[in-house]
Protein backbone atom coordinates (compact mmCIF):
# COMPACT_ATOMS: atom_id res chain seq x y z
CA UNK A 1 0.00 0.00 0.00
CA UNK A 2 1.35 3.17 -0.79
CA UNK A 3 1.16 5.69 2.02
CA UNK A 4 0.39 9.18 0.74
CA UNK A 5 3.07 11.94 1.61
CA UNK A 6 0.08 14.28 3.23
CA UNK A 7 -3.61 13.91 4.00
CA UNK A 8 -4.51 17.55 3.71
CA UNK A 9 -4.09 20.58 1.12
CA UNK A 10 -4.89 24.25 2.61
CA UNK A 11 -4.16 27.65 -0.01
CA UNK A 12 -2.58 30.15 2.24
CA UNK A 13 -1.68 34.18 1.02
CA UNK A 14 0.53 36.44 2.06
CA UNK A 15 -0.74 39.94 1.50
CA UNK A 16 0.13 43.05 2.59
CA UNK A 17 2.37 46.26 1.80
CA UNK A 18 4.98 46.40 -0.65
CA UNK A 19 8.50 46.35 1.33
CA UNK A 20 6.73 44.81 4.67
CA UNK A 21 8.60 41.13 3.98
CA UNK A 22 6.30 39.13 2.30
CA UNK A 23 8.84 37.41 0.05
CA UNK A 24 11.12 37.28 2.79
CA UNK A 25 8.52 35.20 5.39
CA UNK A 26 7.33 33.00 2.38
CA UNK A 27 11.45 31.85 1.84
CA UNK A 28 12.08 31.47 5.31
CA UNK A 29 9.09 29.46 5.95
CA UNK A 30 9.90 27.09 2.99
CA UNK A 31 13.26 27.20 2.67
CA UNK A 32 14.76 28.96 5.77
CA UNK A 33 16.70 31.47 3.48
CA UNK A 34 17.15 35.33 3.92
CA UNK A 35 18.26 38.05 2.27
CA UNK A 36 18.80 41.61 2.25
CA UNK A 37 18.02 42.50 -1.31
CA UNK A 38 14.53 43.64 -2.42
CA UNK A 39 13.49 42.69 -5.66
CA UNK A 40 9.66 43.38 -5.29
CA UNK A 41 7.58 40.46 -6.34
CA UNK A 42 5.73 40.97 -10.15
CA UNK A 43 2.33 39.08 -10.25
CA UNK A 44 1.72 36.29 -8.15
CA UNK A 45 4.38 33.21 -7.11
CA UNK A 46 3.50 30.23 -4.65
CA UNK A 47 5.30 27.61 -3.05
CA UNK A 48 4.57 24.63 -1.09
CA UNK A 49 5.89 22.73 1.96
CA UNK A 50 4.50 20.07 3.82
CA UNK A 51 4.34 19.61 7.45
CA UNK A 52 3.08 17.34 9.87
CA UNK A 53 0.76 18.59 12.56
CA UNK A 54 -0.66 15.70 15.03
CA UNK A 55 0.60 12.92 12.42
CA UNK A 56 -1.22 14.13 9.81
CA UNK A 57 0.47 15.64 6.78
CA UNK A 58 -1.10 19.18 5.51
CA UNK A 59 0.88 20.31 2.19
CA UNK A 60 0.44 23.85 2.51
CA UNK A 61 0.42 26.11 -0.96
CA UNK A 62 1.42 29.77 0.01
CA UNK A 63 0.83 32.36 -2.63
CA UNK A 64 2.83 36.18 -2.33
CA UNK A 65 1.88 38.44 -4.30
CA UNK A 66 3.60 42.06 -4.78
CA UNK A 67 1.93 44.67 -2.49
CA UNK A 68 1.83 47.65 -4.55
CA UNK A 69 -1.47 49.13 -5.61
CA UNK A 70 -1.76 48.21 -9.45
CA UNK A 71 -0.62 44.64 -8.71
CA UNK A 72 -3.14 44.75 -5.38
CA UNK A 73 -5.84 44.87 -7.62
CA UNK A 74 -4.49 42.93 -10.41
CA UNK A 75 -4.30 39.56 -8.78
CA UNK A 76 -7.55 39.39 -6.42
CA UNK A 77 -8.63 36.36 -8.44
CA UNK A 78 -5.28 34.55 -7.87
CA UNK A 79 -4.40 35.49 -4.34
CA UNK A 80 -8.16 34.80 -3.41
CA UNK A 81 -10.03 31.75 -4.71
CA UNK A 82 -10.11 29.01 -3.23
CA UNK A 83 -7.95 30.53 -0.24
CA UNK A 84 -8.25 28.79 3.29
CA UNK A 85 -6.14 31.13 5.10
CA UNK A 86 -4.90 34.99 4.56
CA UNK A 87 -1.67 35.91 6.31
CA UNK A 88 -2.05 39.96 6.27
CA UNK A 89 1.70 41.55 6.74
CA UNK A 90 2.16 44.70 8.00
CA UNK A 91 6.18 46.39 8.69
CA UNK A 92 6.66 47.09 12.73
CA UNK A 93 8.72 49.74 11.11
CA UNK A 94 6.25 51.69 8.89
CA UNK A 95 3.54 53.30 10.47
CA UNK A 96 1.31 53.13 7.18
CA UNK A 97 1.82 49.72 6.45
CA UNK A 98 -0.24 48.80 9.47
CA UNK A 99 -2.98 51.37 9.07
CA UNK A 100 -3.39 49.42 5.26
CA UNK A 101 -4.03 46.36 7.15
CA UNK A 102 -7.67 47.46 7.47
CA UNK A 103 -7.37 47.72 3.23
CA UNK A 104 -6.14 43.86 3.13
CA UNK A 105 -8.72 43.06 5.77
CA UNK A 106 -11.69 44.37 3.99
CA UNK A 107 -9.84 42.94 0.31
CA UNK A 108 -9.57 39.24 2.36
CA UNK A 109 -12.68 39.49 3.70
CA UNK A 110 -14.42 40.50 0.41
CA UNK A 111 -12.90 38.07 -1.69
CA UNK A 112 -12.42 34.59 0.22
CA UNK A 113 -15.21 32.46 1.83
CA UNK A 114 -16.26 33.27 4.99
CA UNK A 115 -14.56 30.32 6.68
CA UNK A 116 -11.43 31.70 5.18
CA UNK A 117 -8.91 32.54 8.52
CA UNK A 118 -7.16 35.69 9.12
CA UNK A 119 -4.08 36.77 10.95
CA UNK A 120 -1.84 39.63 11.30
CA UNK A 121 2.11 39.78 11.43
CA UNK A 122 3.83 42.58 12.38
CA UNK A 123 7.57 41.88 10.17
CA UNK A 124 10.76 43.01 11.09
CA UNK A 125 10.41 42.95 14.88
CA UNK A 126 14.23 42.40 15.13
CA UNK A 127 14.81 46.39 14.09
CA UNK A 128 13.36 46.80 18.00
CA UNK A 129 14.93 50.65 17.79
CA UNK A 130 12.90 51.42 14.92
CA UNK A 131 9.56 50.25 15.68
CA UNK A 132 7.19 52.91 15.21
CA UNK A 133 3.78 50.82 15.55
CA UNK A 134 1.75 50.73 18.94
CA UNK A 135 1.92 46.97 19.72
CA UNK A 136 -1.37 48.35 22.02
CA UNK A 137 -3.31 49.15 18.62
CA UNK A 138 -2.57 46.47 16.77
CA UNK A 139 -3.49 43.73 19.64
CA UNK A 140 -7.07 46.39 20.03
CA UNK A 141 -7.48 45.87 16.60
CA UNK A 142 -6.67 42.03 16.63
CA UNK A 143 -8.98 41.83 19.14
CA UNK A 144 -11.71 43.61 17.59
CA UNK A 145 -11.66 41.89 13.75
CA UNK A 146 -10.72 38.46 16.48
CA UNK A 147 -8.10 37.40 14.46
CA UNK A 148 -4.74 36.24 16.08
CA UNK A 149 -1.52 38.17 15.65
CA UNK A 150 1.96 37.35 15.76
CA UNK A 151 5.57 39.65 15.96
CA UNK A 152 7.68 38.24 13.73
CA UNK A 153 11.32 38.38 11.86
CA UNK A 154 12.42 36.68 8.50
CA UNK A 155 15.51 37.95 9.37
CA UNK A 156 16.44 36.30 12.44
CA UNK A 157 13.44 33.52 12.08
CA UNK A 158 11.39 34.54 15.18
CA UNK A 159 8.28 33.39 15.52
CA UNK A 160 7.91 32.30 11.40
CA UNK A 161 8.05 28.85 12.03
CA UNK A 162 5.61 29.16 14.77
CA UNK A 163 2.79 31.74 12.80
CA UNK A 164 2.62 28.99 9.69
CA UNK A 165 2.14 25.75 12.32
CA UNK A 166 -1.10 27.58 14.21
CA UNK A 167 -2.27 28.44 10.96
CA UNK A 168 -1.91 24.59 10.12
CA UNK A 169 -3.39 23.43 13.40
CA UNK A 170 -6.61 26.21 12.71
CA UNK A 171 -6.67 24.58 9.24
CA UNK A 172 -6.64 21.53 10.39
CA UNK A 173 -9.36 21.78 13.51
CA UNK A 174 -11.48 23.92 11.11
CA UNK A 175 -11.59 20.87 8.51
CA UNK A 176 -12.42 18.41 11.12
CA UNK A 177 -15.26 20.24 12.35
CA UNK A 178 -16.67 20.90 9.07
CA UNK A 179 -15.90 17.27 8.10
CA UNK A 180 -17.68 16.45 11.48
CA UNK A 181 -20.59 18.76 10.41
CA UNK A 182 -20.77 16.99 6.88
CA UNK A 183 -20.63 13.85 8.51
CA UNK A 184 -24.21 14.57 10.95
CA UNK A 185 -25.46 16.27 8.34
CA UNK A 186 -25.67 12.84 6.52
CA UNK A 187 -26.86 10.85 9.10
CA UNK A 188 -29.88 13.29 9.43
CA UNK A 189 -30.42 12.86 5.65
CA UNK A 190 -29.96 9.15 5.95
CA UNK A 191 -32.79 8.76 8.47
CA UNK A 192 -35.15 10.72 7.14
CA UNK A 193 -34.91 9.14 4.26
CA UNK A 194 -35.74 5.57 5.89
CA UNK A 195 -38.89 7.22 7.59
CA UNK A 196 -39.92 8.75 4.39
CA UNK A 197 -39.62 4.90 2.83
N1 LIG B 1 15.48 43.80 9.20
C1 LIG B 1 14.60 43.07 8.50
N2 LIG B 1 14.46 43.28 7.17
C2 LIG B 1 13.56 42.51 6.51
C3 LIG B 1 12.78 41.52 7.15
N3 LIG B 1 11.97 40.95 6.23
C4 LIG B 1 12.26 41.54 5.07
N4 LIG B 1 13.22 42.49 5.22
C5 LIG B 1 13.80 43.32 4.16
O1 LIG B 1 12.78 44.15 3.62
C6 LIG B 1 12.94 44.28 2.21
C7 LIG B 1 11.64 43.86 1.51
O2 LIG B 1 11.40 42.49 1.73
P1 LIG B 1 10.46 41.64 0.76
O3 LIG B 1 10.21 40.32 1.39
O4 LIG B 1 11.00 41.62 -0.62
O5 LIG B 1 9.13 42.54 0.77
P2 LIG B 1 7.73 42.23 0.06
O6 LIG B 1 6.66 42.48 1.06
O7 LIG B 1 7.75 40.90 -0.57
O8 LIG B 1 7.67 43.37 -1.04
P3 LIG B 1 6.84 43.38 -2.46
O9 LIG B 1 7.18 42.15 -3.19
O10 LIG B 1 7.31 44.63 -3.14
O11 LIG B 1 5.38 43.49 -2.10
C8 LIG B 1 14.16 43.40 1.83
O12 LIG B 1 15.28 44.25 1.72
C9 LIG B 1 14.30 42.46 3.01
O13 LIG B 1 15.63 42.05 3.21
C10 LIG B 1 12.97 41.32 8.56
O14 LIG B 1 12.35 40.49 9.23
N5 LIG B 1 13.89 42.12 9.18
MG1 LIG C 1 7.63 40.26 -2.53
Not at 27 to 43: A, H, K, P, Q, V
Request: charged letters at 30%; one cysteine or more; hydrophobic letters at 35%.
Amino acid sequence: MIVPEYEKTFKISIIGDSGCGKTRLLLRFTDDTYSENYISTIGVEFKTKTIYVDGIGIKLHIYDSGGCERIRTQNFGWLYRGCSAVIIVYDCTNEISFKNVDTWLCDANRYTAETCIKCIVGNKSDLEDENVVDLNLVNQFAAKENIKFYETSAKNSKNVEECFISLAKDLLKEDIQNEEIRESQINIDEKSQCLIN
